[in-house]
């Protein structure tokens, strides 16, 4: 429906301290990064944004 959020996926490593961390130069009011784990490779995490 309208304002569907469009999700774009970074390759980035973030660390947990950057998670609550919005993305300089977000153009939606309400941008929020979730990092995942990435198995292969231990204490590095996929960024998510969603804006």
């Given amino acids: 429906g309208p304002g569907a959020a469009k999700i774009r996926r ?16 977000a153009s939606s009011e309400l941008a929020v990064r979730i990092a995942v784990p990435i198995d292969a490779v231990p204490g590095s995490y996929h960024g998510v944004i969603l804006t």
């Fill in 10 to 25: 970074r390759a980035t490593k973030v660390s947990p301290a950057q998670i609550e961390r919005l993305e300089p130069g």
